[in-house]
Every structure is written in structure tokens, then in C-alpha cells.
Nanobody, 120 residues
Framework: QVQLVESGGGLVQAGGTLRLSCAAS????????MGWYRQAPEKQRELVAT???????NYADSVKGRFTISRDNAKKTVYLQMNSLKVEDTAVYYC??????????????WGKGTLVTVSS
């Protein structure tokens, strides 16, 4: 059973930093694009950043210059370094990944999310 598990969320003051991690586990043949999304209260889920297996990145305009996405392919893990956090970054952060399980077909998997709260 393939699964994604996020960690690293918590409470931080505005201007602070957090680093999120998301590890994939299970019977995995390959992982393509990995990404981070977030959903604030009463808002739709939105893209934060994505990274391809080759390391190409894409960011939402709202986080450019403050957040950095990276991955460790050997560890099947994607990271999100969040600097200069703002109150409006408060949300549940979800990771996702395009994963081909061994003997299966590529599917988009989601983690259960980790809460990030930024206080003023």
C-alpha cells in the first residue's frame, strides 16, 4: 500500500520558519512530480509548489522567494522550506505525488495533511 506521510507542521510566529517533510512508502516503482498544496479555512485547496523528478520547480506567486521545494529521490521524500512566514500562510499543507506502484499504473497520491499556524 503506497502512502504519503507529512510532518513538520506547527505553530510559528510571523517572520519565522518551518520545514515540512513528506515521505512516500510502500511498494513503489517510480515517483514523478511531487508537490505541496494548502487549504486555509473556508478556502479552496491551492497549489504551493511542485518539483519534477528532474528537479524542475514551480511556485505559486504568493510564496515565490520565501518557500523552497526540494526532494531526495533516494529517500522518496519531498521538503518544503518555508521562510518569512506570514499569517496568511496559515493552512493545512498537503503533499501529493505521481507514483507508479510496482506492478501497477501511475496514480496521484495525497497525504493527510499537516497544520501550519502562523501567529501575528
Amino acid at each position: 500500500q503506497v502512502q504519503l506521510v507529512e510532518s513538520g507542521g506547527g505553530l510559528v510566529q510571523a517572520g519565522g520558519t518551518l520545514r515540512l517533510s513528506c515521505a512516500a512508502s510502500g511498494s513503489i516503482f517510480s515517483i514523478n512530480t511531487m508537490g505541496w498544496y494548502r487549504q486555509a479555512p473556508e478556502k479552496q485547496r491551492e497549489l504551493v509548489a511542485t518539483i519534477t523528478s528532474g528537479g524542475r520547480t514551480n511556485y505559486a506567486d504568493s510564496v515565490k522567494g520565501r518557500f523552497t521545494i526540494s526532494r531526495d529521490n533516494a529517500k522518496k521524500t519531498v521538503y518544503l522550506q518555508m521562510n518569512s512566514l506570514k499569517v496568511e500562510d496559515t493552512a493545512v499543507y498537503y503533499c501529493n505525488a505521481e507514483i507508479t506502484p510496482r506492478g501497477g499504473y501511475v496514480m496521484l497520491y495525497w497525504g493527510k495533511g499537516t497544520l501550519v499556524t502562523v501567529s501575528s
